[in-house]
């Protein structure tokens, strides 16, 4: 983690990784959980996913790991629950220091 990071991500965030659809039984497959480190807000946003879908986002978590993807389940201290992530963005930091590290921003419903 960045210098940066370590100062500006002080809350954890756990994400289970979506796997596929379970077509025999229903309902999604999702993997091993595993945490890092965030921060977050929750301030509703109008946005597009991948698929070009509209919706609207619960907020959004920051982070530098790159691991989380779209579909995964998010689990933060929000009080609000379990969240699905529906979009990917990055923010650039280089005017920080970090020119090979982006903090990545998953917007969650």
């Known amino acids: 983690m960045s210098s940066l ?3 500006s991500y002080t809350n954890v965030a ?3 990784p979506y796997l596929g659809e379970d077509l025999e039984n229903g309902g999604t ?3 091993d959980p ?5 921060t977050f807000y ?3 946003e109008q946005m597009r996913d991948s698929t070009g ?3 609207v986002t619960r907020g959004a978590i920051v982070t530098e790991d790159k691991r989380p993807n779209y579909r995964d389940k998010v ?3 929000w009080k609000i629950g379990e969240c699905e992530i529906r979009s990917i963005g990055q923010y650039d930091v280089s005017m920080f ?3 090979d590290r982006p903090d990545f921003v998953y917007g969650v419903v």
């Open 29 to 31: 497959l999702y993997g």
């Open 75 to 77: 689990t933060c201290d």
């Open 5 to 7: 990071g370590a100062w």
């Open 14 to 16: 756990t994400i289970r």
């Open 42 to 44: 929750a301030e509703p």
């Open 53 to 55: 879908a509209e919706f």
């Open 97 to 99: 220091g970090e020119p």
């Open 34 to 38: 595993y945490e890092v480190a965030c």
